[in-house]
């Protein structure tokens, strides 16, 4: 792979100005329009003569918002004014000039060894270097502060973070990220102030910890990847800036195409395995986990800054496959944003995070898509301001009262103008085989609604805990399933987290044994053993989730499938075996304010406590959904508070919560399994927004027959809408029935008396069999289409041979008719 420097990205980026119509759209008001017309909010300036000032002036001015920034603007002034404040609380509880191994925050006690509180020192230094830097807030261009930055920045490289340090202990990733991105933008801001020295005594200090954005530096055949690789080479580039490096400047931008690796890890390439973006849009971190939310937006947001940086410069980036991750935001990030809020399947960790929500993380993808927007032609450059705008416009909570400067500075000019359109939510289903994950949406009975379910297997972890953070994530991967609706926005974020009961995350099926709090146990992605895990999809409309589960204690094993059409999901279980303590099926637990009574109805009588033993034919849920039984099984159904803390999930040095206590009413509905338990099933149906009526009705009227639930299957037919439905789950081979299969698989077919189409995946990615072969028993005699791994004969029977080895788990599918 070559970085040949012979053409631009993007070019310049262009300046922008509000309209009067435009800002009177955005409803800022008079005064703001004439202060801001004909005014841009930030654009970097001309490269200056000397390149290193030039890209140094760009930087700043992406921190800050530059000289052009509206400080009359009242979202602008109000973000100057909490700048101000910061940098004042920080100031005033600051030590003005440390003692030699001294502290600069009493609260941060400083170890030569852990780089935890040496980073947070350093952003909040930044803090007070940002207010320093930008107009309009009351520190900047402050004389004193100016005189104690320079002090404390020679004081932070001589003593903690120096050319010379000691063994190093504690998170890799402040040594080699966390003070390299906060030390080169502090250096950045306050370059003026510095000597020829300073730059050079600080800039060989991260020398030291991070010689090669490639790899780690203790690790040294440890290629980096995905969001850490991003971060890295955006390091470099900054500090090779400060410094007046080109050859850093040159390596960090080539560490974007892995030039060093051959491309193995380039950000401009998709991976078969492993962390990175995949062809299906799946991007994995960690090795195992489904982590667009977090890591893949610190590589869309890393590679975003440096693309910026960069242009129009003697250092590009020009790599050729910049496409793959520039298509990242319409077939990795957008499918797993719901009503501007990233969901929890792919947020890992992060979901334990008090300070991060899950409306930051898409807020994120949101400011790089902006950020992008600057610099690349059509069509991306109008598909990502609509997505930012729809995806800011749509969630509930304001953006704009907690942006950046440098954010708004891009996402003002777009909100208020009225060219860019606002998409809706669009029913439909997608499956990404690689990451094990789905997102199904839908419209239906008055609501608009997104369900997706975590799984795990051999190949993607169960969870994620470690560094003191989600402490209590043990059954984050055991097959949770989400209903995100559009009207109950803050059902993931708002108190949810630190508040529901660990052993009952809805969806699954988990043992009540009680487990101790993980803070103190490292850090660890906890494996699962079974093969079958993941599902299919068929048109883009309908598909399935499923897992064979052994949970991590080994006392709980079970089948699960999530079966999902326009207006329900069916949820079965069979095999459930319990010992130990008994166990739960979760069918919902949905969190409300403290203090609320949740109208959590079962076969029409409201539950106001607990109430277990019962046999309901169907139950319902005020404002949130229906819920169908099928067939007779021992049911609990709860309301009460529960109170927990941020800390308790999160203890982490740099991310831990508080110990506030939080409230939160629950309506639970659980399936009993208790100890003892072999070969148990469930089976229920949620319908999404339907009210007490339409439950009752659909209770009678649905049409679903189950044609097996046990250890080797699960098949169901349904009548819906004027189709037929048939979703098979194939956890063994299966001889007999209205679908055969001689090996593991998933398949769903669709039709009517006319024409079907039916789709096959490999849930297992075909480690147990590289051929397989289905039969289905409908009578569709021409085939019209068909995927070439797919080798389709109609009849009486529809016979297919599926070749679906490295497939990656994805679905492939034929059309047919009768005649």
Known sequence: MTNSNSTSVAGSIANRTLSRRSLLLFGAGASAAVALAGQPFWAPPAMAADEFDGLRQRWADYITGGSALDTAHPTIASQLRTMSEDAARFWDSSVKNPAVDGYIWSDYPMSKSDAANTSNTYSRILTIAKAWATVGTDQFGNAEIAATLVLWYRRMYTDWYSVNPP??????????????????????????????????????????????????????????????????????????????????????????????????????????????????????????????????????????????????????????????????????????????????????????????????????????????????????????????????????????????????????????????????????????????????????????????????????GRYEWGNNENNLGWHHGDGVGYLHLASDQGQFSEGFWPTVDPYRMPGTTASLTPRPNGAASGTGIPPASNLWGGGVGLAGKWGTAGMDLTNSLGNVSAKKSWFLLDEVVIALGSGVNVTGADAETIVENRSFPAGSSPALTVDGTKVTSTAAGLTPSYAHLEGIAGYIFLGSQAVRADVAERTGNWREINSGSDTGGTTDPVTRTYATLSVQHPVGTTGGKYGYVIVPGASAERTRDLAAELEIEILRQDDAAHIVRVKQLGRWFVFAHFFTAVADGPVRSDAPCAVLASGTDVDAKVAVSSPTKSIAAARIELELDRPFRKVTASDPRLQVKGGGVVTINATLSGGAGASFEAALKVV
């Not at 060093?260 to 380039?266: E, F, I, R, T």
């Not at 971190?285 to 940086?309: C, E, F, Q, W």
């Not at 935001?329 to 008090?354: C, L, N």
């Not at 208020?416 to 809706?424: E, G």
């Open 167 to 460: 063994r190093r202990t504690g998170n890799w990733w402040f040594w080699e990220i966390g003070i390299p991105r906060t030390l080169a933008d502090l250096s950045i801001l306050i370059d003026s102030l510095l000597t020829a020295e300073d730059r050079k005594t600080a800039t060989d200090a991260i020398r030291v910890q991070v010689a090669n954005p490639n790899i780690r530096r203790d690790i040294p055949w440890l290629s980096e990847t995905g969001g850490n690789r991003a971060d890295k080479a955006l390091a470099c580039i900054l500090r090779g800036i400060v410094a007046r490096n080109a050859d850093d400047i040159a390596l960090g931008r080539d560490a974007l195409s892995d030039i060093q690796g051959g491309g193995k890890a380039s950000l401009f390439q998709y991976v078969t395995s492993g962390n990175g973006f995949y062809a299906d849009g799946s991007y994995v971190d960690h090795d195992k986990l489904p982590y667009v939310g977090t890591y893949g937006n610190v590589a869309i947001g890393g590679v975003a800054r440096s693309l910026m940086l960069v242009a129009g410069s003697s250092w590009d980036v020009t790599d050729p496959n910049k496409a793959v991750i520039l298509d990242a935001a319409t077939k990795s990030f957008a499918p797993f944003i719901f009503s501007g809020r990233m969901m929890a399947t792919v947020r890992g960790r992060a979901v334990s995070r008090q300070r991060e929500q899950d409306y930051h993380n898409a807020w994120s993808t949101a400011n790089s898509l902006m950020l992008m927007a600057t610099q690349i032609a059509e069509p991306y450059r109008s598909t990502y301001k609509s997505m930012a705008k729809t995806w800011l416009t749509s969630c509930n909570v304001d953006y704009t009262k907690s942006a950046s400067l440098s954010d708004l500075s891009r996402a003002l000019p777009m909100l208020a103008d009225s060219s860019i359109p606002v998409q809706r939510e669009l029913p439909g289903h997608l499956q990404f085989g690689a990451q094990e994950r789905m997102v199904h949406r839908s419209d239906s009975n008055g609501a608009t609604w997104a369900y997706t379910v975590s799984t795990s297997s051999r190949r993607i």
